[in-house]
């Protein structure tokens, strides 16, 4: 393996990660106005989530930086060709975090009420724009030869993204309901189960459409044939066995049958770009790969053994806080957010 292939793979693990932790905050903040019947519920939704949300952020700065040192090229592309959609990512994650941090500040319901729907917005809006955004990576984009982005806003909306879009946004909140089944008691959870079963449901149904768009969309089907691979079989094994798994109660089984559904949909995703980083719609040869996107040599050497001191940290700050907090709530804990 190069170094460029090892620093593809970490970028792979970190977005995976953060799809995996930042994906049941996501779905937590989309069912909050629904399985949240009260103040005091949907402040016990906020706490279920307040240990992790920051630092299940800190996976996404990582994949960021990771690209910005490995790969610059792909980061200067994709940020610039996706400057609108990206700049409103921040914004909705930023208020996302500014609402679970202020909400119960004051009394005032209407102050609670702004706070709740920043945080919705918050949440429902990253997996929209990343489904975007995957979507369009894989479906290609028009890169000239100078490796820029000279398509416009409107061009990253079609059939295809919006579907991604949609279905990841489901698979979050899925993910999300599942979450709260474990982190809750009682009425709460009973509802957080059935949002589970509901969103799940649909959920399958738009990856069944996003993956036979991909056949016609992507050039899955020119790379693999008619059988996806094992890993996006693996998926679609785990996302069908969620409900099972929701009827009989077993929550942790459904939650992790999620996870992996994430897990193996990511990877699914990156394996059908490798080499390449971002496909080019005007011509094939101009697609942004792992050789021409690269740093030099030296830089994927050095940041090599930087990355193999921090990630370590970042892993081992993450089983520490999901250890530390894995109590669940009910509604006579302590209130925070």
């Known amino acids: ?29 989309i069912l909050a ?15 279920s ?12 700065i990582a994949a960021g930086g990771a690209m910005f040192a490995a790969f610059p090229q ?37 102050w609670r009420k702004a706070w709740d729907t920043a945080i919705f917005l918050g949440s429902v809006l990253p997996p929209i724009i990343w489904g975007i955004a995957l979507a369009n990576i894989m479906k290609g984009v028009p890169i000239d030869a100078q490796m820029n982005d000279v398509g416009s ?49 649909w959920t399958t149904i738009f990856m ?3 993956v036979i768009l991909s056949y016609f969309y992507s050039s899955i089907f020119s790379k693999t044939g008619i059988d996806p691979g094992t890993i996006a079989v693996l998926a679609g094994i785990s996302l069908i066995s969620v409900p099972f798994f929701i009827r009989a109660k077993k929550d942790g089984w459904a939650f992790l049958m999620t996870s ?8 699914t995703v990156f394996i059908d770009l490798f080499p390449r980083v971002m496909v080019s719609s005007l011509n094939p040869n101009w697609s942004l ?28 700050y993450t089983i520490w806080t999901f250890w530390t907090f894995r109590k669940r709530l009910s509604l006579h804990d302590h209130m925070e957010y």
């Open 260 to 267: 992996f559904t994430i897990v193996f949909s990511t990877i």
């Open 74 to 110: 792909w980061y200067a592309t994709l940020f610039s060709g996706f400057y609108i959609p990206l700049f409103l990512l921040v914004i909705a994650l930023i208020a996302r975090g500014v609402g679970l941090e202020y909400r119960s500040k004051l009394p005032a319901q209407h």
């Open 49 to 60: 989530i307040g240990p992790f949300w920051d630092g299940n952020e800190v996976w996404l």
């Open 153 to 201: 806003l409107w061009g990253l909306v079609n059939l295809y993204s919006v579907v991604c879009a949609i279905a990841l946004m489901l698979l979050f909140a899925t993910h999300g309901a599942l979450f709260l089944t474990l982190k809750t008691t009682g009425e709460i959870q009973t509802r957080a189960r059935k949002a589970a079963r509901r969103t799940g449901l």
């Open 289 to 316: 790969t792992i050789y021409n996107a690269a740093s030099n040599p030296y830089s994927l050497h050095v940041m090599t053994w930087i990355a193999l001191t921090l990630i370590p940290i970042i892993l081992g």
């Open 33 to 47: 106005p629904i399985v949240g019947k009260s103040d005091e519920e949907r402040r016990l939704l906020y706490n």
């Open 1 to 29: 393996m190069t170094l460029n292939s090892l620093w593809f793979a970490l970028i792979v693990i970190l977005f995976t990660g953060f799809f995996v932790l930042e994906g049941f905050d996501f779905g937590v903040g």
């Open 208 to 210: 069944l459409i996003f």
